[in-house]
T-cell receptor
Framework: SAVISQKPSRDICQRGTSLTIQCQVD?????MFWYRQQPGQSLTLIAT?????????ESGFVIDKFPISRPNLTFSTLTVSNMSPEDSSIYLC????????????FGPGTRLTVT | SQQGEEDPQALSIQEGENATMNCSYKTSINNLQWYRQNSGRGLVHLILIRSNEREKHSGRLRVTLDTSKKSSSLLITASRAADTASYFCATDATGSNYKLTFGKGTLLTVNP
């Protein structure tokens, strides 16, 4: 399976600022996903990011708050904009490889704390 | 709302015992996957079972799927302290375009 890395691994940010999280994969993948995991909760899908097209956002998530880039088949970024303490979460990217789009593999996550 | 619901929410056992976690879901699915998460880190993919399969094994893991009851179970045999983690089921619902919906998870603690 693909090896996925995320940067930063954790960060503490001030309210009102923005943070960009990077997701790097060691092989080309078609589908990438971004998830949020709020403290003590399960994972919620934010958006699907496919190369060459606009990200598709789930209900409750909007592009202005969580802009996503997918410039190539190995890289994606998620920005958390105008942060508030409610954005404190773990943000995870996942990938699905060609031919097995239903099987997702996750990065190590970015732990974000907003003060 | 979450598709999957795991029970129990928390499970504490002794090393060497078996651990069983259950997952229920609400709509028809293409497949169901189980993941492990250690201490708020990334998720590790454990096993995938397709909707036309009833049971699958991988090492000390055994997964069953009952589509008529919309439920699955994960059995970990001969548990180890290193199995201490949160376990999540995730479903790929029919027509969802490969989006996964996660259950709330079971926190398993294996005491040495």
């Amino acid at each position: 399976s693909a090896v996925i890395s995320q940067k930063p691994s954790r960060d503490i940010c001030q309210r009102g600022t923005s943070l960009t999280i990077q997701c790097q994969v060691d092989s080309q993948v078609t589908m990438m996903f971004w998830y949020r995991q709020q403290p003590g909760q399960s994972l919620t899908l934010i958006a699907t990011a496919n190369q060459g097209s606009e990200a598709t956002y789930e209900s409750g998530f909007v592009i202005d708050k969580f802009p996503i880039s997918r410039p190539n088949l190995t890289f994606s970024t998620l920005t958390v904009s105008n942060m508030s303490p409610e954005d404190s979460s773990i943000y995870l990217c996942s990938v699905a490889e060609g031919g097995r789009y239903y099987e997702q593999y996750f990065g190590p996550g970015t732990r974000l704390t907003v003060t | 709302s979450q598709q999957g619901e795991e029970d129990p929410q928390a499970l504490s056992i002794q090393e060497g015992e078996n651990a069983t976690m259950n997952c229920s879901y609400k709509t028809s699915i293409n497949n169901l996957q189980w993941y492990r998460q250690n201490s708020g880190r990334g998720l590790v993919h454990l096993i995938l079972i397709r909707s036309n399969e009833r049971e699958k094994h991988s090492g000390r893991l055994r997964v069953t799927l009952d589509t008529s009851k919309k439920s699955s179970s994960l059995l970990i045999t001969a548990s180890r302290a290193a199995d201490t983690a949160s376990y999540f089921c995730a479903t790929d619902a029919t027509g969802s375009n490969y989006k996964l919906t996660f259950g709330k998870g079971t926190l398993l603690t294996v005491n040495p």
